[in-house]
């Protein structure tokens, strides 16, 4: 099948389209899955009438380095990632790598193909509240790769940060609160460097007691990331684990900044203007 457009949305569509069969299975290529992981999910939107189903998500490293080690047990933590990767058995709000009824999914016109990131979460909110319920299984599993390298992660991270603003402008239901507590703690961050530098300009009383309290923001975040790397450092059994403490910080402030200028500059080029087209899909 063809996919001019290259992007994600586009190519889940045209899936869509093509399928002939009742359901379809939204599979990434980067992870791997459980001999049984769609007889299981079947399994399971019949037992419980859901619409989509997942199974469980654990995260692997990308290979055996330090760097790809750090980045697994910093996303498998509800603290450097809460998300998909955290989620427990039971009904949801969204699934990630799904089994879904077709029909609902074309009766919501498919995925919105402004978004080239958080397309999944973008239809999760809209079959959501259309009332469609959703459900994560215990009984089966998917590995997802991680990042290999800090870089990539970091980057990874900051283009996170960015298409969320994209989606909150184009579906605001379907981000959470947790998708910008790191813009607000990268903000705090930023006020307070500012602060500091200026401080000897600083003449109010007001003024040099905010100073103080910004100035414990990146000790706060330092000793939450302590206290959460020691719970991985005991169930990893490696103290190199400790380099968590820094890696988490970086990671929040290149999503928090990814945030912050997709507030301050939105989208570019003519991309933002563009709807997802329905007509592409069978009625």
């Known amino acids: 099948l063809r996919n001019p457009d290259r992007k994600t949305p586009y190519a889940l569509n045209i899936g869509l389209r093509e399928a002939v069969g009742e359901y379809v299975a939204f599979l990434g290529a980067h992870n791997v899955y459980d001999t049984d992981y769609i007889s299981t999910c079947l399994q399971e939107l019949n037992r419980t009438g859901a619409t989509g189903c997942s199974g469980r998500v654990v995260v692997e490293a990308a290979n055996r380095s330090l760097q790809a080690r750090l980045i697994k047990w910093m996303m498998k933590s509800s603290f450097g990632a809460p998300g998909?990767?955290?989620?427990?058995?039971?009904?949801?709000?969204?699934?990630?790598?799904?089994?879904?009824?077709?029909?609902?999914?074309?009766?919501?016109?498919?995925?919105?193909?402004?978004?080239?990131?958080n397309q999944d979460n973008d239809m999760n909110e809209r079959l959501h509240a259309a009332g469609h319920a959703m459900y994560v299984t215990d009984k089966t599993k998917v590995v997802y790769i991680e990042r290999g390298t800090i870089k990539e992660a970091v980057r990874y991270a900051f283009r996170s940060g960015l298409w969320n603003t994209y989606a909150l402008k184009i579906?605001?239901?379907?981000?959470?609160?947790?998708?910008?507590?790191?813009?607000?703690?990268?903000?705090?961050?930023?006020?307070?460097?500012?602060?500091?530098?200026?401080?000897?300009?600083?003449?109010?009383?007001?003024?040099?007691?905010?100073?103080?309290?910004?100035?414990?923001?990146?000790?706060?975040?330092?000793?939450?990331?302590?206290?959460?790397?020691?719970?991985?450092i005991r169930e990893s059994r490696s103290a190199a684990m400790v380099l968590l403490v820094p890696l988490f910080l970086v990671h929040h402030l290149a999503y928090g900044t990814g945030s912050i200028l997709g507030f301050l500059y939105g989208r570019k080029g003519d991309e933002g203007s563009r709807t997802y087209r329905t007509n592409r899909l069978p009625q």
């Open 84 to 117: 998909f990767r955290t989620q427990n058995a039971g009904y949801s709000d969204s699934v990630a790598f799904p089994v879904f009824r077709k029909a609902p999914l074309l009766e919501l016109g498919g995925y919105d193909e402004r978004l080239h990131r």
């Open 171 to 232: 579906n605001a239901r379907s981000m959470k609160l947790r998708h910008f507590v790191p813009a607000v703690f990268t903000l705090l961050v930023g006020v307070g460097v500012i602060l500091k530098l200026l401080k000897v300009f600083v003449a109010r009383l007001w003024l040099r007691k905010v100073c103080r309290i910004l100035e414990l923001v990146i000790p706060l975040h330092l000793a939450v990331g302590a206290c959460f790397a020691a719970g991985q």
